[in-house]
Nanobody
Framework: QVQLVESGGGLVQAGGSLRLSCAVSGDTFSRYAMGWFRQAPGKERELVVAISRSSFSTYYADSVKGRFTVSRDNAKKTVSLQMNSLKPEDTAVYYC????????????????????WGQGTQVTVSS
């Protein structure tokens, strides 16, 4: 059973930074494409960033391009999300997700393509 545990959320002022981490256990991490989603109150869960198994391919939502950076360490079995220049509209619960059965360069953009999910971590950006 694959397990994902997020950490690093919190309260930050607008313009500040946070780094989220997701630790994965239970299977070979390098077999999974990874994504970070977020869900704000009253809104649907949306993809923020995605990264392929090899780290070669990445995807960023337009709303976070130039501010967020995704990375993964297959040896440490972690995926991280560095969030800079945070805005109040970034406030949400952030979820880490893993998708198996993908090719090395694939990135996945749809929620239902992901197989495993973390419990989420709250990010609150005050104005």
């Amino acid at each position: 059973q694959v397990q994902l545990v997020e950490s690093g959320g919190g309260l930050v002022q607008a313009g500040g930074s946070l780094r989220l981490s997701c630790a994965v256990s239970g299977d070979t991490f390098s077999r999974y494409a990874m994504g970070w989603f977020r869900q704000a109150p009253g809104k649907e869960r949306e993809l923020v960033v995605a990264i392929s198994r090899s780290s070669f391919s990445t995807y960023y939502a337009d709303s976070v391009k130039g501010r967020f950076t995704v990375s993964r360490d297959n040896a440490k079995k972690t995926v991280s999300l560095q969030m800079n220049s945070l805005k109040p509209e970034d406030t949400a619960v952030y979820y880490c997700a893993a998708a198996g059965a993908t090719r090395v360069l694939d990135i996945l953009r749809h929620l239902d393509e992901y197989d495993y999910w973390g419990q989420g971590t709250q990010v609150t950006v005050s104005s």
